[in-house]
């Protein structure tokens, strides 16, 4: 049990066009999912906190505008990836929260983005 | 602000070794301690976590990790390591204050490489 997804794992963009990453809690409702970013030898750098039904919270420094995060429903989080540029090219890693508890994240398996 | 600690970027070990890697925090209350570990091209998974009672705690795959809070420590351990050990290993730190429920801290993580 547990298993989170996440779609595309891989994804090529151009300049200035968005890319929409999902995730989804494939056996489990998770009204907290969690939306991480990381660098190569660096650790997970959390952008931000999905909330089924209300607006995620972002940490400092991470543009809501551009990184615009929906949690529609219990099994669903998705993250766009607005006017994207070189510099955002990296690994996205989202996690979820079981809606019976607070104990444990499970994440995804990423999503390798590359803005060209 | 909170912050996690792990002291070794790379450890190279040759099989059947011990490891310990080490794991520091930065609160001084209420604290819930995990060790992620990520396979290459893999998620992260969970090791092993530790929320109260016996500070010694065993996870997955024979590891186990000690909880010693005046050190502010949560050290990864393992008697025999093996070459499908080779993995990036991740501590993380959730703590009762905040306002994001469930939020993790994490470490910059730890490269192990086991030769065979």
């Known amino acids: 049990g547990a298993v989170v997804s996440q779609h595309p794992s891989r994804v090529i963009c151009k300049s200035g066009t968005s890319v929409k990453i999902e995730c989804r809690s494939l056996?489990?409702?998770?009204?907290?999912m969690f939306w991480y970013r990381q660098f190569p030898k660096k650790s997970l750098m959390l952008m931000a906190t999905?909330?089924?039904?209300?607006?995620?919270?972002?940490e400092q420094g991470v543009e809501k505008d551009k990184f615009l995060i929906n949690h529609a429903s219990l099994t669903l989080s998705t993250l766009t990836v607005t006017s994207a540029h070189p510099e955002d090219s990296s690994f996205y890693i989202c996690s979820a929260l079981s809606r019976r508890g607070t104990d444990t994240q499970y994440f995804g398996p990423g999503t390798r983005l590359t803005v060209l | 602000a909170q912050s996690v600690s792990q002291h070794n970027h790379h450890v190279i070990l040759s099989e059947a070794a011990s490891l310990e890697l080490g794991c520091n925090y930065s609160?001084?209350?209420?604290?819930?301690l995990f060790w992620y570990v990520q396979y290459p091209g893999q998620h992260l998974q969970l090791l092993l976590k530790?929320?109260?009672?016996?500070?010694l705690v065993k996870g997955i795959k024979g590891f186990e990790a000690e909880f010693i809070k005046s050190k502010f420590s949560f050290n990864l351990r393992k008697p025999s390591v093996q070459w499908s050990d080779t993995a990036e290993y991740f501590c993380?730190?959730?703590?009762?204050?905040?306002?994001?429920?469930?939020?993790?801290?994490f470490g910059r993580g730890t490269q192990l490489t086991v030769w065979p």
């Open positions: 993380a730190v959730r703590t009762d204050r905040g306002s994001t429920l469930g939020r993790l801290y």
């Open positions: 056996d489990f409702q998770a009204t907290t």
């Open positions: 609160y001084g209350g209420t604290v819930n």
């Open positions: 530790y929320f109260s009672g016996d500070p």
């Open positions: 999905s909330n089924e039904g209300s607006k995620a919270t972002y």
